[in-house]
């Protein structure tokens, strides 16, 4: 039966009148839960860490661990100040409610992002070793390289500069090795003077190291002159390049047989005019004002003044003479002729031709001493002066590469001269000493937030310091039972803002060290205070040379004596801040690198790890939270080398059915950097064949793993709109510059393609298989375009929502042979309603949509329209259900064939593993899940050896009922 698709791609009732038969197999209805592992952010709670609902008692200990949904503010209401709650950006414990009231009993939480708020309070440490960033009254530690200088090219006066063609660095003086560094455009210099005779390149400073050599090959044009006389006018000599010929429409000037006429100083330029009469009149250049009676080339739009401005290189190159009207004047008082027909111009002159050369020049490059500063004067030999390039540490010499300056007055400090040369351009110099001395940088007992947010460090007002809240610390000498203070023993605050409180009277954790029974060193205390149960506002570190310093050691903080009481009171020191020796106190960290709005500008305060999607710098950043940094191995061209492990690494051997991302979208815009520095939307990335890398690597290592991401909402909700928005998802248009920047503007990747590759993790590169075809990963990853779902929770009242948290529950639920196709999902509505031509458009490009229709009762329900996933057209999987009981195959296999790990690889074994397999294929047949399978084992001799055995697996899955064909037809009677 041939029947009119006009939705082809979309499930659904079809009807055709003509004769024929109803048929519909049953399916099992039951459902088991599978898991869900939602990653997103939140404001508290620990980071890249997969954390289980259940375990740690359900939803509401998990909204107490991740901070829930709602965050305290401070308003002003008629100027009375008022704490509120309001709802935050966070989205991982709004998606954790939306699968759980959908229906999923099994949710793990992982928070993506966020940076934990601390300080460090300083140790006093007699004898204490000091590690000390070596650094210039500027403080700068960096390595100096070059002073600005200069280099003469020397070249021949028969040579023109063309351009610089490249700075080559050489370690040492030997420029026949390979260079260290290659400049080959204008960042290897500053600027080029190319006036002939001067031709000098300019270098600034700190490009390079002093004492190396570095070359410069520059091309250059080798001129070829030639003498024309006026002589050589056709009548004395056969040659006529004297001879100059008035140009018809523009009669002041006569122009020459050859161009490029020279503008050697040396070589003059002589015109004679012959009238009708035959006289022969000399024409100086300048007349008696110093005006110039003519010039050399037609024409030069940069030229505003004829008579005084100096020719042009444009006016050498076209040659021939021009008469300026200075020359007219001449005319008009009878002193030389008019430029008439019956006039005949000749002159001296001398052009040249170019030969283009390349030469180079070298020159060592000078530097100067650079005097740094000890923070206190070293224990005799106990000075160690060292920089690290690349992770390595490299010892100067004294009095070869640095000398030491004793101070001759009080209160200055020991300089050390670091010799120029002596390092590569910006490493970083440290000294290493022993002080004998209480120094408070010896140690130091590092409090760091429990968890990254700003709960525990934060500021309301960046341009007021003083508004920073949250954990606070203080250091107190203890008090004697008489008042008297006991200058040898500490009390220990950390004090419980607002909202880490579990009573009323849960302020302070207070520490008495002459309390703490062996507890003495920062190392034990430091133990002691992370495992307490009531302790959930800090975790205490110490760095490891400094662990074994007595906790009695701590410096006292911030203090003044009260002039009436003579009590010491003390100063609350925040979590951001930090000790400054020079007031010395506490103050706030800033990096004033940073701008007012970055909040890398306090690097001690906590952040939430909150993005902004429009923000490409933002969502770089993010991805690569996700999926880690890679670097080139030194000295190698095509290795690579992980430089920070993202999430997806950590996670790949941690067993999950389905992962949501709640966070980001498939075609999110994510930024990068170009070659200029200008930050860009990479069009090779994106998030969802991130995820589908990670589900498709998990698969094949720990357990069978499938992705859900969500669509970005459509900008606008217009009908128009939306169908530019599927047409561009779908690839049916090619978007002018113009709509391209308005998606981009937010956030929305408009060259998104929904298709999905392995590819190197290091070099974005697609990875090929044997055949040399990409790998398709699409049937990982489920990509879920809505309309945005409508939903309600008690905290946030009404709110509209991607629907993939949903969809994701609504998967978890059914069994593996039940298709998402038709099934309802418990929303409030859509957004907006898509036609069926849109529906059917989008099922082709393999986006998961909702659908609004009447259910058997008359009731408005949603349902998922086609559970497609993101496999390539050609793909077996481009069926959710495919998918799913494929990996519910393989996941009995890895069951059954996981006892017979470590047992004999013979034949009584291998036939035990058939029975296993069979009986338990058999089950999924009798249960719908298959229609039928066939299987092999296998294991060569070798494989035996080697303890392998192979298991081949073919599989025909219970096809998907997705179009019923309806025949009617019409008798008289039946």
């Not at 459902?31 to 939803?59: F, H, K, M, R, Y």
């Not at 030389?336 to 027909?341: G, Q």
């Not at 090929?768 to 779902?789: A, L, T």
């Not at 296998?938 to 025909?956: C, H, M, P, Q, W």
């Given at each position: 039966?041939s029947?009119?698709?006009?939705?082809?791609?979309?499930?659904?009732?079809?009807?055709?009148?003509?004769?024929?038969?109803?048929?519909?197999?049953?399916?099992?209805?039951?459902?088991?839960?599978?898991s869900?592992?939602?990653?997103?952010?939140?404001?508290?709670?620990?980071?890249?860490?997969?954390?289980?609902?259940?375990?740690?008692?359900?939803?509401?200990a998990a909204?107490?661990?991740?901070?829930?949904m709602?965050?305290r503010?401070?308003v002003?209401?008629?100027?009375?100040?008022?704490?509120?709650?309001?709802?935050?950006?966070?989205?991982?414990?709004?998606?954790?409610w939306e699968?759980?009231?959908?229906?999923?009993?099994?949710?793990?939480?992982?928070?993506?992002?966020?940076?934990?708020?601390?300080?460090?309070?300083?140790?006093k440490?007699?004898?204490?070793?000091?590690?000390?960033?070596?650094?210039?009254?500027?403080?700068?530690?960096?390595i100096?390289?070059?002073?600005?200088?200069?280099?003469?090219?020397?070249?021949?006066?028969?040579?023109?500069?063309?351009k610089?063609?490249?700075?080559?660095?050489?370690?040492?003086?030997d420029?026949?090795?390979?260079?260290?560094?290659?400049?080959?455009?204008?960042?290897g210099?500053?600027?080029?003077?190319?006036?002939?005779?001067?031709?000098?390149?300019?270098?600034p400073?700190?490009?390079?190291?002093?004492?190396?050599?570095?070359?410069?090959?520059?091309?250059?044009?080798?001129?070829?002159y030639?003498?024309?006389?006026?002589?050589?006018?056709?009548?004395?000599?056969?040659?006529?390049l004297?001879?100059?010929?008035?140009?018809?429409?523009?009669t002041?000037?006569?122009?020459?047989?050859?161009?490029?006429?020279?503008?050697?100083?040396?070589?003059?330029?002589n015109?004679?005019?012959?009238?009708?009469?035959?006289?022969?009149?000399?024409?100086?250049?300048l007349?008696s004002?110093?005006?110039?009676?003519?010039?050399?080339?037609?024409?030069d739009?940069?030229?505003?003044?004829?008579l005084?401005?100096?020719?042009?290189?444009?006016?050498?190159?076209?040659?021939?003479?021009?008469?300026?009207?200075?020359?007219?004047?001449?005319?008009?008082?009878?002193?030389?002729?008019a430029?008439?027909?019956?006039v005949?111009?000749?002159?001296?002159?001398?052009?040249?031709?170019?030969?283009?050369i390349?030469?180079?020049?070298?020159?060592?490059?000078?530097g100067?001493e650079?005097?740094?500063?000890?923070?206190?004067?070293?224990?005799?030999?106990?000075?160690?002066?060292?920089?690290e390039?690349?992770?390595?540490?490299?010892?100067?010499?004294?009095?070869?590469?640095?000398t030491?300056?004793?101070?001759?007055?009080?209160?200055?400090?020991?300089?050390i001269?670091?010799k120029?040369?002596?390092?590569?351009?910006?490493?970083?110099?440290?000294?290493?000493?022993?002080?004998?001395?209480?120094?408070t940088?010896?140690?130091?007992?590092?409090?760091?937030?429990?968890?990254?947010?700003?709960?525990?460090?934060?500021?309301?007002?960046?341009?007021d310091?003083?508004?920073?809240y949250?954990?606070?610390?203080?250091?107190?000498?203890?008090?004697?039972?008489?008042?008297?203070?006991?200058?040898?023993?500490?009390?220990?605050r950390?004090?419980k803002p607002?909202?880490?409180?579990?009573?009323?009277?849960?302020?302070?954790?207070?520490?008495?060290?002459?309390?703490?029974?062996?507890?003495?060193?920062?190392?034990?205390?430091?133990?002691?205070?992370?495992?307490?149960?009531?302790?959930?506002?800090?975790?205490?570190?110490?760095?490891?040379?400094?662990?074994?310093?007595?906790?009695?050691?701590?410096?006292?903080?911030?203090?003044?004596?009260n002039?009436?009481?003579?009590?010491?009171?003390?100063?609350?020191?925040?979590?951001?801040?930090?000790?400054?020796?020079?007031?010395?106190?506490?103050?706030?960290n800033?990096?004033?690198?940073?701008?007012?709005?970055?909040?890398?500008?306090?690097?001690?305060?906590?952040?939430?790890?909150?993005f902004?999607?429009?923000?490409?710098?933002?969502?770089?950043?993010?991805?690569?939270?996700?999926?880690?940094?890679?670097?080139?191995?030194e000295?190698?061209?095509?290795?690579?080398?992980?430089?920070?492990?993202?999430?997806?690494?950590?996670?790949?051997?941690?067993?999950?059915?389905?992962?949501?991302?709640?966070?980001?979208?498939?075609?999110?815009?994510?930024?990068?950097?170009?070659?200029?520095?200008?930050?860009v939307?990479?069009?090779?990335?994106?998030?969802?064949?991130?995820?589908?890398q990670?589900?498709?690597?998990?698969?094949?290592?720990?357990w069978?793993?499938?992705?859900?991401?969500?669509v970005?909402?459509?900008?606008?909700?217009?009908?128009?709109?939306?169908?530019?928005?599927?047409?561009?998802?779908?690839?049916?248009?090619?978007?002018?510059?113009?709509?391209?920047e308005?998606?981009?503007?937010?956030?929305?990747?408009p060259?998104?393609?929904?298709?999905?590759?392995?590819?190197?993790?290091?070099?974005?590169e697609q990875?090929?298989?044997?055949?040399?075809?990409?790998?398709d990963?699409?049937?990982?990853?489920n990509?879920?375009?809505?309309?945005?779902?409508?939903?309600?929770?008690?905290?946030?009242g009404?709110?509209?929502?991607?629907?993939?948290?949903?969809y994701s529950?609504?998967?978890?639920?059914?069994?593996?042979e039940?298709?998402?196709?038709?099934?309802?999902?418990?929303?409030?509505g859509?957004?907006?309603?898509?036609?069926?031509?849109?529906h059917?458009?989008?099922?082709?490009g393999?986006?998961?949509?909702?659908?609004?229709?009447?259910?058997?009762?008359?009731?408005?329900?949603?349902?998922?329209?086609d559970?497609?996933?993101?496999?390539?057209l050609?793909?077996?999987?481009?069926?959710?259900?495919?998918?799913?009981?494929t990996?519910?195959?393989?996941?009995?296999?890895?069951k059954?064939?996981?006892?017979?790990?470590?047992?004999?690889n013979?034949?009584a074994?291998?036939?035990?593993?058939?029975?296993?397999i069979?009986?338990?294929?058999?089950?999924?047949?009798?249960?719908?899940?298959?229609?039928?399978?066939?299987?092999?084992?296998?294991s060569?001799?070798?494989?035996?050896?080697?303890?392998?055995?192979f298991?081949?697996?073919?599989l025909?899955p219970?096809?998907?009922?997705?179009?019923?064909?309806?025949?009617?037809?019409?008798?008289?009677?039946?």
């Amino acid at each position: 039966m041939s029947t009119f698709e006009q939705y082809e791609n979309l499930p659904g009732v079809k009807v055709s009148y003509e004769d024929g038969n109803l048929f519909s197999g049953t399916q099992s209805t039951t459902a088991t839960t599978q898991s869900i592992l939602i990653i997103g952010t939140a404001i508290d709670g620990p980071v890249g860490e997969p954390v289980s609902v259940n375990s740690i008692g359900g939803p509401k200990a998990a909204e107490k661990l991740f901070g829930g949904m709602l965050e305290r503010k401070t308003v002003y209401d008629d100027g009375i100040e008022k704490t509120i709650k309001v709802p935050h950006q966070g989205t991982l414990i709004r998606a954790m409610w939306e699968a759980i009231r959908s229906g999923n009993e099994d949710v793990r939480l992982l928070r993506v992002s966020g940076r934990a708020a601390k300080t460090e309070l300083p140790v006093k440490d007699p004898n204490s070793e000091v590690l000390q960033p070596l650094a210039d009254s500027l403080g700068n530690q960096l390595i100096s390289g070059n002073i600005a200088f200069s280099k003469a090219l020397n070249m021949a006066s028969d040579l023109r500069l063309v351009k610089i063609e490249k700075v080559e660095e050489f370690e040492g003086t030997d420029t026949t090795t390979t260079p260290y560094k290659t400049f080959n455009d204008a960042t290897g210099y500053q600027n080029v003077d190319s006036t002939p005779g001067s031709e000098t390149v300019y270098f600034p400073k700190d490009k390079f190291r002093p004492k190396n050599a570095i070359k410069i090959t520059y091309k250059a044009k080798k001129r070829n002159y030639t003498e024309v006389t006026r002589n050589m006018d056709g009548q004395s000599e056969e040659s006529t390049l004297g001879l100059l010929t008035q140009d018809p429409s523009m009669t002041n000037y006569f122009a020459s047989e050859v161009g490029n006429w020279s503008d050697d100083v040396k070589h003059q330029v002589n015109v004679y005019i012959k009238d009708s009469s035959g006289s022969v009149n000399t024409i100086p250049s300048l007349n008696s004002k110093g005006e110039r009676l003519y010039r050399i080339g037609k024409e030069d739009n940069t030229v505003t003044d004829e008579l005084n401005q100096v020719i042009t290189e444009v006016e050498f190159k076209q040659g021939g003479i021009r008469f300026t009207s200075a020359y007219e004047e001449e005319v008009k008082k009878g002193t030389y002729p008019a430029l008439n027909s019956s006039v005949t111009v000749t002159a001296d002159y001398f052009y040249y031709n170019d030969l283009e050369i390349q030469e180079s020049v070298t020159h060592i490059v000078p530097g100067k001493e650079k005097e740094t500063f000890l923070n206190h004067t070293p224990e005799f030999g106990s000075l160690e002066v060292y920089y690290e390039s690349s992770g390595i540490k490299n010892i100067l010499n004294e009095n070869v590469d640095y000398t030491i300056v004793y101070p001759t007055e009080p209160n200055k400090k020991v300089s050390i001269m670091i010799k120029a040369g002596i390092g590569p351009v910006g490493a970083k110099l440290y000294a290493y000493y022993k002080t004998g001395e209480n120094s408070t940088q010896g140690g130091r007992l590092i409090v760091q937030a429990k968890y990254p947010g700003t709960a525990y460090g934060g500021i309301d007002d960046i341009k007021d310091y003083a508004s920073v809240y949250g954990v606070k610390t203080t250091v107190e000498y203890e008090v004697n039972a008489n008042g008297t203070l006991d200058i040898e023993n500490r009390v220990i605050r950390f004090i419980k803002p607002t909202d880490k409180k579990t009573t009323s009277t849960d302020n302070d954790l207070v520490f008495r060290t002459k309390d703490l029974k062996g507890i003495t060193t920062l190392r034990e205390f430091a133990n002691y205070v992370n495992s307490l149960s009531n302790n959930n506002i800090v975790y205490l570190d110490v760095p490891l040379d400094y662990g074994s310093i007595a906790v009695t050691g701590l410096l006292v903080t911030d203090y003044e004596v009260n002039s009436v009481t003579g009590k010491y009171e003390y100063r609350p020191i925040n979590l951001g801040e930090i000790y400054d020796e020079s007031i010395p106190g506490f103050r706030l960290n800033i990096d004033d690198s940073k701008s007012q709005n970055d909040p890398d500008r306090f690097p001690w305060l906590g952040t939430n790890g909150f993005f902004n999607t429009a923000n490409l710098a933002d969502t770089k950043a993010y991805y690569e939270t996700l999926g880690g940094t890679y670097g080139l191995v030194e000295g190698t061209i095509d290795e690579y080398e992980p430089l920070d492990q993202g999430i997806y690494s950590k996670l790949e051997n941690y067993a999950v059915d389905i992962i949501s991302l709640a966070d980001v979208n498939a075609n999110t815009a994510i930024g990068k950097y170009d070659d200029e520095g200008a930050l860009v939307v990479d069009t090779e990335r994106n998030f969802a064949t991130q995820l589908a890398q990670h589900c498709a690597l998990v698969t094949a290592k720990t357990w069978e793993t499938i992705g859900v991401i969500g669509v970005a909402a459509s900008p606008l909700s217009g009908l128009r709109d939306v169908q530019q928005y599927i047409d561009l998802l779908t690839g049916n248009s090619n978007p002018s510059k113009e709509i391209k920047e308005f998606y981009i503007s937010r956030g929305i990747n408009p060259s998104y393609s929904n298709e999905h590759y392995m590819y190197n993790l290091a070099t974005i590169e697609q990875v090929y298989n044997d055949d040399g075809d990409p790998i398709d990963i699409g049937k990982y990853v489920n990509i879920v375009f809505g309309p945005e779902v409508g939903l309600a929770h008690e905290k946030l009242g009404n709110y509209v929502a991607n629907g993939s948290s949903v969809y994701s529950a609504l998967i978890s639920q059914l069994n593996v042979e039940n298709a998402t196709t038709n099934k309802e999902i418990p929303v409030a509505g859509l957004r907006y309603n898509l036609s069926e031509a849109q529906h059917n458009q989008l099922a082709g490009g393999r986006y998961v949509a909702f659908e609004s229709k009447l259910n058997s009762n008359g009731n408005r329900v949603i349902v998922v329209k086609d559970g497609v996933t993101g496999a390539a057209l050609n793909s077996d999987y481009q069926r959710l259900s495919t998918v799913r009981i494929t990996h519910a195959t393989v996941q009995l296999i890895r069951k059954v064939a996981d006892k017979f790990i470590g047992l004999p690889n013979g034949i009584a074994q291998r036939n035990s593993l058939a029975t296993e397999i069979q009986s338990g294929l058999d089950k999924l047949k009798e249960n719908g899940v298959l229609e039928n399978f066939q299987f092999s084992i296998y294991s060569s001799a070798k494989d035996r050896v080697l303890g392998n055995a192979f298991i081949t697996l073919e599989l025909v899955p219970a096809y998907e009922l997705r179009k019923i064909y309806t025949s009617v037809a019409l008798r008289a009677s039946l």
